[in-house]
C-alpha cells in the first residue's frame, strides 16, 4: 500500500509543479490577455500585432517587481492606468467598427464629433445604447481581468529572471521590438496615450478650419459669380471626371506596358477607335495628392489672392455638381468635395490601411448620372494605386504574384532586389483590378443620355523600382510626376492631334476642364489649354530635370 501511495504522489507531481507555475504566472498572463482582447476587438491585420507591441512595455515591466510593497503598488497602478488607456481604445474602436465599420480618425468620424451638439449626443446615445452598453461592457470585462491581474501580481509579485544566456537574449528581443515601434512615428502614433490627444486636437482644429473654411468657399462661390461664366451650346450635358490616385501610366498596357495590365481599356480603345483620345506625356507637378489636387482646381495658382476653383466656376456656371469619393481625406473633403452640390464619401478607412476598393463608387456614379439637372459635373475620387498595394485590389486578384515575364527579367537586370520586384507585382495587380473599375465608369458614361464627355487622370504617380531601388511617392525621380491623361465624348473630338503628343501639365489641365465644360470665363487661358490651337508648353520647375516628351 505505501508503495502504491507512493506512486500516485510520483505521477501527481509533474502535474501539480505544472499547475503551481501556471498559478505563479497567472499574474502575468491576465494582463497581457485583457490587452490582447481590447487590441483584437479593435484592430485588424497588421496593425494588431503593432498595438501588441506597443503594450508591451507594460506585461515587460511587470517582470521586474519593484522590492517594496509600497513602490510595488505604484508599479501596478501606473500598468493600470497605461493598460486601461489599451481597453478603452479597443472598445470604442471595436463599437466604431461595429456600428459604422470606420475608424475614430476617419473624416466621418471626425465631422460628426466636430458638428455634435448636446442635443444630438443624446439623441445619438438613445439610438446606440444597447451596442454602447455592450461596448461598456466589454471594456468592463477587460479592465476587471487587468485589475485582477495585478492586485495578484501585487500580491505575489514573480521572481524576478535570472540573467542568464536565454533570458537575456529573449530581454533584448523584446526591448528591440519596442525600441523599433516606439521610434516608427507611423506606428507610434496609433499608441492610445499619443493617439487620443491628437484625436482630441484634430476635431478641434477641424471646428476651426471649418468657421474659416465655411466663409472661405463662400467667398470662392462669390468671386465664381461675379466672373459672370456663362455656357456655351457646345458643352456636354454631363462631365464625368475620374481621379485616380498614384497612378503612373508606364504601368498602363494602353501606354505600351509589357504586361497587359489594363486590358479592359485597351478594349475599349479598339472599340471606340480615336473617339477615346489618349494623352501620351501627361505630368502632375506635385508628387502628392492634396497640392496636386489643389493645382488641378485652382488652375495652377492655389495661392493667388483672386483665384478661382473648379467646382465654384462649374456651380456659377449653371452645373449641378457631385463629389463621390473613396478617398478619405478630410482636408480634401473640406477645400474641394464640400463645394460640390452633392457629397458622398463612400470610404470611412482613412490612411493607407483602408482595403475599400474602388468598385463602390459604380452606384453612386451610376445614380448621379440619372439625376434630372440638366447640365451636371460629377467627380469621382479613386483610392486607386494608393499604397499598400495589396490593399488595392480583392484577396487572389493577384495575376503577377512572383511572375517571370519580360518586365521581371528587365528589374532583374537591373539588379533590382527581390522586394522590391515583389512590390512591382503587387502594383501591376492593383493596375489591373483599377483598370477595370475606371473602364466601368466610362462605360456607365457611354450609357447615359445626352451628350456626355468622360476625362481619366491620376493626382500623381509611383515610383516601384522604375529608375532607383524604392517604391512610393517620390518628389526626386520622373515617375513620381508621371500620370495618364484620356478623354471620351460621346458628341464631339476634342483634342486636336497635335495635343495627344504634346506634353500636359496638370496644374493648367482646369483650364482644359473648364473648356470641355463649356464655360466661356474671362479667366480663361488659351495658352495654357492644351485642346486650344494656342497652347504652349512651359516646363514645370520640379525638383530634378525631366524630359517630359517621355
Known amino acids: 500500500m505505501t508503495s502504491c501511495i507512493h506512486e500516485r504522489v510520483v505521477h501527481a507531481t509533474p502535474r501539480l509543479r505544472a499547475q503551481a507555475a501556471l498559478r505563479g504566472l497567472a499574474p502575468l498572463l491576465l494582463p497581457i490577455c485583457a490587452l490582447s482582447f481590447a487590441i483584437f476587438a479593435g484592430h485588424d491585420g497588421t496593425r494588431v500585432w503593432q498595438m501588441l507591441v506597443l503594450a508591451l512595455p507594460i506585461w515587460f515591466w511587470l517582470w521586474w517587481p519593484c522590492a517594496t510593497r509600497g513602490r510595488r503598488l505604484a508599479q501596478a497602478i501606473v500598468c493600470f492606468a497605461a493598460g486601461l488607456a489599451f481597453v478603452i481604445d479597443g472598445a470604442v474602436r471595436g463599437f466604431l467598427l461595429a456600428a459604422y465599420d470606420a475608424l475614430p480618425n476617419s473624416s466621418m468620424v471626425l465631422s460628426a464629433v466636430a458638428n455634435t451638439t448636446g442635443d444630438e449626443s443624446m439623441e445619438f446615445v438613445s439610438m446606440y445604447w444597447r451596442d454602447l452598453l455592450a461596448w461598456s461592457g466589454f471594456a468592463l470585462l477587460c479592465g476587471t481581468l487587468l485589475a485582477w491581474g495585478l492586485v495578484r501580481w501585487w500580491r505575489s509579485p514573480p521572481r524576478v529572471p535570472e540573467p542568464r544566456g536565454w533570458t537575456i537574449v529573449l530581454a533584448a528581443l523584446i526591448l528591440a521590438l519596442i525600441v523599433g515601434a516606439f521610434a516608427s512615428k507611423p506606428t507610434r502614433r496609433h499608441h492610445p496615450l499619443l493617439f487620443w490627444p491628437q484625436w482630441s486636437q484634430d476635431v478641434t482644429q477641424l471646428r476651426q478650419e471649418w468657421a474659416s473654411l465655411g466663409r472661405q468657399r463662400s467667398e470662392l462661390l462669390a468671386s465664381a459669380t461675379a466672373l459672370a461664366p456663362t455656357l ?27 504586361r497587359a495590365t489594363s486590358p479592359a481599356l485597351s478594349e475599349r480603345q479598339r472599340l471606340l477607335g480615336g473617339q477615346l483620345q489618349v494623352f501620351r506625356h501627361a505630368w502632375s507637378v506635385n508628387a502628392s495628392t492634396v497640392p496636386a489636387l489643389r493645382n488641378l482646381f ?47 464619401i463612400l470610404n470611412n478607412m482613412p490612411g493607407r490601411g483602408s482595403r475599400a476598393l474602388d468598385g463602390q463608387v459604380l452606384p453612386a456614379a451610376r445614380a448621379a448620372l ?31 504574384a512572383h511572375a517571370l515575364d519580360r518586365v521581371d527579367a528587365r528589374l532583374r537586370s537591373e539588379g533590382r532586389p527581390a522586394w522590391l520586384r515583389e512590390l512591382r507585382n503587387d502594383y501591376d495587380s492593383a493596375v489591373r483590378y483599377h483598370d477595370s473599375t475606371v473602364a466601368a465608369t466610362l462605360d456607365l458614361s457611354r450609357q447615359a443620355a445626352g451628350r456626355q464627355t468622360w476625362v481619366f487622370l491620376s493626382d500623381h504617380g509611383q515610383e516601384v523600382g522604375h529608375t532607383t531601388d524604392r517604391a512610393g511617392h517620390s518628389a526626386t525621380t520622373p515617375d513620381g510626376y508621371r500620370i495618364p491623361l484620356m478623354l471620351w465624348s460621346s458628341f464631339a473630338d476634342p483634342a486636336p492631334g497635335q495635343a495627344l503628343t504634346a506634353p500636359v501639365r496638370g496644374d493648367w489641365f482646369g483650364f482644359s476642364l473648364a473648356r470641355l465644360l463649356g464655360i466661356e470665363w474671362r479667366g480663361a487661358h488659351p495658352g ?11 516646363a514645370p520647375s520640379l525638383p530634378l530635370t525631366i524630359d517630359f516628351g517621355t
Open 232 to 258: 456655351s451650346k457646345n458643352g456636354p450635358d454631363t462631365l464625368v471626371l475620374v481621379i485616380s490616385e498614384s497612378m503612373n501610366r508606364s504601368n498602363l498596357g494602353s501606354y505600351g506596358y509589357q
Open 298 to 344: 485652382y488652375f495652377g495658382s492655389p495661392e493667388a489672392h483672386s483665384r478661382v476653383h473648379l467646382l465654384a466656376l462649374a456651380r456659377a456656371a449653371g452645373y449641378r455638381t457631385f463629389w463621390i469619393s473613396n478617398h478619405n481625406d478630410l482636408a480634401i473633403e473640406q477645400e474641394h468635395a464640400r463645394l460640390a452640390d452633392s457629397v458622398q
Open 370 to 400: 440619372a439625376d434630372p439637372a440638366p447640365r451636371k459635373l460629377i467627380v469621382l475620387h479613386m483610392l486607386g494605386l494608393h499604397p499598400h498595394y495589396r490593399m488595392r485590389h480583392p484577396d487572389g486578384a493577384s495575376p503577377y
Open 528 to 538: 495654357r489649354d492644351v485642346l486650344d490651337g494656342r497652347y504652349r508648353w512651359q
